[in-house]
T-cell receptor, first 114, second 112 residues
Framework: DGGITQSPKYLFRKEGQNVTLSCEQN?????MYWYRQDPGQGLRLIYY???????QKGDIAEGYSVSREKKESFPLTVTSAQKNPTAFYLC?????????????FGPGTRLTVL | QKEVEQDPGPLSVPEGAIVSLNCTYS??????FMWYRQYSRKGPELLMY????GNKEDGRFTAQVDKSSKYISLFIRDSQPSDSATYLC????????????FGTGTSLTVIP
């Protein structure tokens, strides 16, 4: 059953802690993405990766870090430098079809800072 | 100016109504257009995908792209309470650029 999994579903963080959100896909997609979703603001791109061992900053990368050591995995670390980390985090992946690309999303992780 | 503009709603319609959801965009390079449906506290799911201009139909859903006006639409016929969700439009420019631009989403409620 192909898809994208994210864990945990809910995550609570204390001030000053780093936390890592997991994203795994078995769709054999080359590209993976992390978005942040806040009420009324839509999806904002944090980081994206088109191939293994390579990634680019998105619009709101400050306070976040990623790695792409395997094609299937793209973990996101929310560092203590991120001032307002409470949000819904979405991971996505995409592939190049014959005429374009489609992006598929995981179920999301809701991060709350205590 | 935002790359993609979408009316956030909320939109409330009776069951069976035809729903029209719309997005406008500013970048004429966009060629790939998508509509996502997102239920509360869930990840978005791809609903419709269109390349370039024209219409695409899938069951009760029709996606339209008008590149000359930089305007895309999603029509839902015979709307059902299960269609109640937030609908996000998204678009991208090229095969290799691989960045997607999203609207803020329109919240739809279908009243039984």
């Amino acid at each position: 059953d192909g898809g994208i999994t994210q864990s945990p579903k809910y995550l609570f963080r204390k001030e000053g802690q780093n936390v890592t959100l997991s994203c795994e896909q078995n769709l054999n997609h080359d590209a993976m993405y992390w978005y942040r979703q806040d009420p009324g603001q839509g999806l904002r791109l944090i980081y994206y990766s088109q191939i293994v061992n390579d990634f680019q900053k998105g619009d709101i990368a400050e306070g976040y870090s990623v790695s792409r050591e395997k094609k299937e995995s793209f973990p996101l670390t929310v560092t203590s430098a991120q001032k307002n980390p409470t949000a819904f985090y979405l991971c996505a992946s995409s592939t190049f079809l014959g005429r374009g690309n489609e992006q598929f999303f995981g179920p999301g992780t809701r991060l709350t800072v205590l | 100016q935002k790359e993609v503009e979408q009316d956030p709603g909320p939109l409330s319609v009776p069951e069976g109504a035809i729903v029209s959801l719309n997005c406008t965009y500013s970048n004429s390079a966009f060629q790939y257009f998508m509509w996502y449906r997102q239920y509360s506290r869930k990840g978005p799911e791809l609903l419709m995908y269109t390349y370039s201009s024209g219409n695409k139909e899938d069951g009760r859903f029709t996606a339209q792209v008008d590149k000359s006006s930089k305007y895309i639409s999603l029509f839902i016929r015979d709307s059902q309470p299960s269609d109640s969700a937030t609908y996000l439009c998204a678009m991208s420019a090229s095969l290799t650029g691989n960045q997607f631009y999203f609207g803020t989403g329109t919240s739809l409620t279908v009243i039984p």
